[in-house]
């Protein structure tokens, strides 16, 4: 078996006083015509193998009925996350669209299909607005969850009373997706802010029912500087 050649060229960046070689970026230019070519002889090689793969024909019936109108033809579900007597999972029904947020308490099996927490079209049944992220506080009575519209990389944050499925706080505007520490407690939570700029980013504590706009600042970072404000406590 002869692979297409891969070229390494001598591209060196220096990122914070270290060079980091970067001998394949000539690869990520979908539009070069060397990548465009050695992405030619790849699928070439890939055609020319798979006909003698055992397994091939039932992965190709599998990959079609997925890629089916509807998205799923089988339910799919994820690994559930565990927060108290909670458990939250995701799961995509057959020929739904979109995957639904469910939980369920820990008097019900774990074959229990649970309750739906947050369905995206019922919120919007263009398709348009996605759950791009969620997180439960560490008692599972509050979760965390992020939104996208229309194809927008700026989502918005809110927080949901898990057992009547209702926002209690947000929305929080952090500019980009961002990961959600919870306190013990569920009295607030850190999450990443991004400014208008992308080289400036912040880590703020959120406390349920403030003003988001009033949250401390625990640290920052502009154009590869980095500060440490005095460390808040979730009382203020």
Known sequence: MTYPTAVRLPVVDELLGRRV???????????????????????????????????????????????????????VATPPVW?????????????????????????????EP????????????????????WRPSWTGRLLACQFTHRGSESPDLRVLDVASGRAVDGPLRPGRPTPVAWLPDDSGFYYVTHGAKSASRGVRLHCIGSDPAAGPLVFETTQGTCRWPSAPTAGG
């Open 83 to 111: 927060r108290g007597v909670r458990r939250f999972f995701l799961r995509r029904d057959k020929n739904a669209e979109l995957p639904v947020l469910v939980t369920s308490d820990g008097t019900q099996e774990c074959q």
């Open 114 to 133: 649970g309750r739906v927490l947050i369905d995206p079209m019922a919120l919007d049944p263009t398709g348009l607005t996605l759950l791009t992220a």
């Open 21 to 75: 070689p970067d001998p394949y970026r000539w690869l990520e230019d979908d539009e070069d015509a060397a990548c465009e070519r050695w992405l030619t002889e790849q699928d070439r090689l890939f055609a020319a193998h798979i006909t003698s793969w055992p397994s091939s024909r039932y992965f190709r019936t599998q990959l079609g009925e997925l890629q089916e109108p509807g998205g799923a033809l089988v339910p």
